[in-house]
């Protein structure tokens, strides 16, 4: 099955730097991946997403990139701000319809300091 | 719209007793998938129901169990609780069909005394 690496665990900016979160995939079926930012206490929210057919998408402060022959992704975080702070997943599945099965990574905790 | 929900919010059982939590999905969803959120292991997919039909399985005992309505409701049953399955179980749903984007429910907090 799908197996899916999150890095790094922890990730401590301060406010205005960028932060970036890196996965890697090991099925090369899947070709839809989420991130999911959830705060203390709260569920997991999706902030942003991108299908294979493309290799970046953006959306405000937040972009993620995708490189399907290494089988990578990440979320790009710029001018961080307190309220960023929180526990981001990443994710990746089989596109929709019956093969949809969402592989977490094990989540980083940012932590961006005022 | 009103967002994905479920019941109850916190739960405490002994081990041995079993237990059913409850998801009502996004009014228009079919699809309603159950995850295990636990710090150790992180966020686990259970299975997913569309249209009252299993359609897909994590690797989880048999204990796990769920189920689906004719309203896309949808039910999961613990069984037999043993400590190791205290954890945050969350329902999400999406259309079921070509759109994949998936919405988290508040979650149920099960505690195994």
């Known amino acids: 099955g799908e197996n899916v690496e999150q890095h790094p665990s922890t990730l401590s900016v301060q406010e205005g730097d960028s932060a970036v979160i890196k996965c890697t995939y090991s099925?090369?079926?899947?070709?839809?991946f989420p991130w999911y930012k959830q705060e203390l206490g709260k569920r997991p929210q999706l902030i942003i997403d991108?299908?294979?057919?493309?290799g970046e998408k953006k959306d405000q402060r937040i972009a993620v990139t995708l490189n399907k022959t290494a089988k990578h992704f990440s979320l790009h975080i710029t001018e961080t701000q307190p309220e960023d702070s929180a526990v981001y997943f990443c994710?990746?599945?089989?596109?929709?319809?019956?093969?949809?099965?969402?592989?977490f990574g094990k989540g980083t905790l940012l932590t961006v300091n005022p | 719209k009103a967002g994905v929900t479920q019941t109850p919010r916190y739960l405490i059982k002994t081990r041995g007793q079993q237990v059913t939590l409850s998801c009502s999905p996004i009014?228009?969803?079919?699809?309603v998938s159950w995850y295990q959120q636990t710090p150790g292991q992180g966020l686990q997919f259970l299975f997913e129901?569309?249209?009252?039909?299993?359609?897909n399985k994590g690797n989880f005992p048999g204990r796990f169990s769920g189920r689906q309505f004719s309203n896309s409701r949808s039910e999961m049953n613990v069984s037999t609780l043993e400590l190791g399955d205290s954890a945050l179980y969350l329902c999400?749903?999406?259309?079921?069909?070509?759109?994949?984007?998936?919405?988290f429910g508040p979650g149920t907090r099960l505690l195994v005394l």
């Open positions: 129901y569309f249209s009252e039909t299993q359609r």
């Open positions: 999400a749903s999406r259309s079921g069909g070509a759109g994949e984007t998936q919405y």
């Open positions: 994710a990746a599945s089989p596109s929709g319809g019956s093969n949809y099965k969402l592989t």
């Open positions: 009014s228009g969803h079919r699809s």
């Open positions: 991108i299908r294979s057919n493309v």
């Open positions: 099925d090369s079926a899947s070709n839809y």
